[in-house]
Each structure stands twice: as structure tokens, then as C-alpha cells.
């Protein structure tokens, strides 16, 4: 039998992101000795982004669908974890630069898997942000908890009822998957788990305004399916305004052009953005040095084989890649993951490369409220109680650990059966903490180095150095 050199010397394989990608990738390496794996992401937890807005709508803890991405890898000894930023990749020296609090690394790889993700986009109207947070991240779901939350809170001392209207006023925008679930999770959260807890105000009396600049709802889903949606919101009081686009955001309102042009403007404190996506910036940095081009989402359109045109070492995959027109979905990046382990150990035994990637669609589904949502599985589609249970039996299934399974399966019986909700802290941390860093941003490279305190001035100037390889597998 032949002996491949590799075998002996260990194949360095860095994977950018411990999402969905990233993470899927990392465990389909785990019985390979012959590769050393390095997991790199600008976070320190492996995020379950469908249940993003039960954490922003206080059902869950963030704990819950964050498990530490170290934890989740600790016996995986070929692999390790490492938090940074990564900055920039050069793929022809074949490194990665991350860095996290001023300390710049550099980590060399044989085979890179860019699984870095999308952010949310503003269609060029990043401003919109300051008033309208999107839901990404964790920090993104407690800053819209403190904001859903704290809009009860000062309407019940709001001193005029223009104010308390507008504070009880909730508009979300993007009527896809996440959009429904939020609004009809704030629905339910005025009219059931808040009922009893106000003397002036009646949380009963919060309006929720659902947005969408096309003219359906939950379009990925078909025809039948939106409009058994849109009849379901609205069923549940929620005002749904399709054709409708949003011109301009402030912190009072928004102002929106309806399917007639006409524009007018919807007075409220708290509104939520949960429409369209665009690529990880490293998208611009992977083009710039290959044949690959960017989509219209800056998404980086990749060969068969999910690598970069050219560049047949990077694999690009999941939310930050484009091929045949795949959706940013889970499954998108989960096989995509699995897929790029296929051809990267294919490589290292030296069998033939596996055909081109072809995805499988399981279906989607999402939640309209408790006990409703709505599944589509190609032909099969349905809606309803059944959809919701189906909904449940998946998410959980899915969710890393078995820790968080119970707690989750535990939380949802108090919400869904029961009215309350575990997770009502809000803190003003959670609410200012974003927009206070960026002006500390600003701030700190305004000054001079000087003016730095002591620890951080050597943490900035702590020269790049080469990330040691991890310690051998004892194994
Ligand atoms: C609110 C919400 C609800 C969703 N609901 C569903 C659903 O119900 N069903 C479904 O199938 N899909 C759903 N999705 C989509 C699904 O979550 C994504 O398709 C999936 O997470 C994509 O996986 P990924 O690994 O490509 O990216 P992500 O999971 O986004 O992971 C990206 C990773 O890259 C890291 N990263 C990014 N930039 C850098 C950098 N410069 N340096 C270092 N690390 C970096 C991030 O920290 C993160 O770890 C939802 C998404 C959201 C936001």
C-alpha cells in the first residue's frame, strides 16, 4: 500500500466560524488523526440562530442555544479553538490573521473552510440600525429583549397617550421566517404573558405591525402556505403590510411607501429589522484573490465542489456561499460541510474526488405561534398543530447538547402551556451596550496611544505571532 507523506505530518485544516458550517465541519473531522483542525470565530459559542427570537422575546436564555464552542469540541482532540476576529486571509501564503482585543495572530493552513457566515443588510441604509436593531447574534436578541420589554415598561409612565401609542407600538420588518416568528411572539407576549402585569397601561392594547416590501408572506414557502400565514397573523391581531417599503427610520418611527407610492409614517419606539442578508466582508477578501465573483448579496460564487474558482485549497460554505441559487438555510450549510470533508479527505487517501455538490432539501418550517406553524416538504406542505409539533420534535433534536434540551424542553412547557417566561431580565447593558461600544470606537482612535491605559497599550502592541499548533493527540 502507498504511503502518503501527509499521513505522517499532520494537515492543517482552519475553519473560520463555529456556526452551523464551521461546527459541522470540525466534528466531520473528529476521527481523522491526520489532520490537526483549528476552529476560529469571533465569538466564543456556537449559535442556534432559528431560536434567536425566543431568547429576544424572553422563552429562552441565551445559554440555551449558545453552547460553548470549546465545550462542544473538548474531547475532539485534533482539534482546538481559537477566538478571534479574522481580519484577513491570504491564500496564496496560505494564512489566516485574527485578532481579539488588539492581539494579532496569524495561524498557516494547508486547506482553509471559510464558513464566516452573512450579517444583516440595510439594502445601503446601514444608519437604520441605531433605531431598528436586526437579529444575528446574541447580543442582537438581549438588545431587542430590553427594547420589547422596556417599551411596556415606559408606557405604563408615559405621560401622554400619543406617547404610550407609540411606545406600544411594535413593528417588525422582513416577513420571512423570522419576521413572522417575532411578530407573533410579541403578540402573544402582550396578550397572554404581560395581561395581568400593568395598572395604567393594557398590554393587550400593543399593536404589532408586520412589514415586507413583497407582496407575500413567508414567499420561500409558496403561495398556499404565506397566505394561511398571513391569515393566521392577522387572525392573532397583527397588522401585516405587504407592498410596503420602509424609506426611512428613526428613533420614534419609521416612514413606509405603500403599493399605491404613497408614503406615511408609523410612530414606534421599538422596531425590529429582520430583512435581508449580505455576506461576511471576507466574501470581498476571497474574491480579490481568486477567479470567484461576489453575488448581489455578497455571497461568494463558488465551483461544484464548494471551493474558491482557482483556488482549490479554500472551501466556501453555508450563508457565504452562492451556488445554483441555494438558500441561506442550515442544511445549506451543514451538507455543505460535510460535503468539503468529503472532498479534503478524499485528497489526503487519495481516492477520486466525489461528484459535485448537490444539495438535498429536507424542508423548511416555522412557527406562527403556539401550536401553529407551517412545514413545507416539497410537495408535502401542512400547517397547523401537527406542523408546530413537528417544529418542536426538530428543534430540539438539533439543538447541541443535552443540557440545553431539557432546560429548552422545560421553558417552552412554561411558555407554551403555561403563560410566563423564564428569561424576562433586561439590563441596560443589553439595551446601550452596542451603540456605547461603537462611540467608545471612535472615541479610542481618536486618541492618541498615550492616552491608553497601561494593559491595553501592551495588548495593542503585541506583535503578529504564529498560533502554536495544538499539543499532540495523546490518544
Ligand atoms: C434569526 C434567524 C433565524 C433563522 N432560522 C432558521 C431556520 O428556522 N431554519 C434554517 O434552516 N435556517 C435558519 N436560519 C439560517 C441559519 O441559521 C443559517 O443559514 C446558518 O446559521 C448558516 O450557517 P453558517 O455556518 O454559514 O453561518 P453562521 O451560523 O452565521 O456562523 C458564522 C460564524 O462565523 C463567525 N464569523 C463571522 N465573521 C467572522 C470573522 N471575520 N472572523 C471570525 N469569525 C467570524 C461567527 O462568529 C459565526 O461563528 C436563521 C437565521 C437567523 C439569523
Redo the contacts with the bound molecule.
Sequence with gaps: MPVDARVSTPHRIVI???????LFAARALKRRKDVEVTV????THH?F??L??QVATGILSEGEIAPATREVLSHQKNARVLL???TDIQVGDKTVT?EVMGRRTVTPFDTLIV????GQSYFGNDQFADHAPG??TIDDALELRGRIFGAFELAELAPSQAERERLLTFVVVGAG??GVEMAGQIKELAQRTLKNDFRVINPRDAKVILIDAGPTVLPSFGEKLGDLTREKLEAMGIEVRTSTKVVDVDATGLEVEGPDGTRSRIESKAKVWAAGVSG?P?GRILTAQSDSGLDRAGRVEVAPDLTLKGRPDVFV????MALNGLP??????IQGARYAVKVITARLDGRPAPAPFEYFDKG?M?TISRFSAVVSMGRIQFGGFVAWLAWLGLHLVYITGFKSRVTTLLHWFVTFIGRGRAQRVTTAQQVLGRRALQRLDQADTALPPAARDEDERDMLAAPASVAPAPSPDPA
Design positions: 473560520i466560524g463555529s456556526g452551523f458550517g464551521g476560529i470565530a469571533k465569538t449559535l440562530q432559528p434567536l427570537y478571534g476576529e479574522v485574527h464558513a464566516a457566515g452573512a437579529m444575528k421566517p423570522t461576511s471576507l460554505i453555508g450563508d457565504l441561506g438555510v442550515a442544511q445549506v450549510a423548511s416555522a
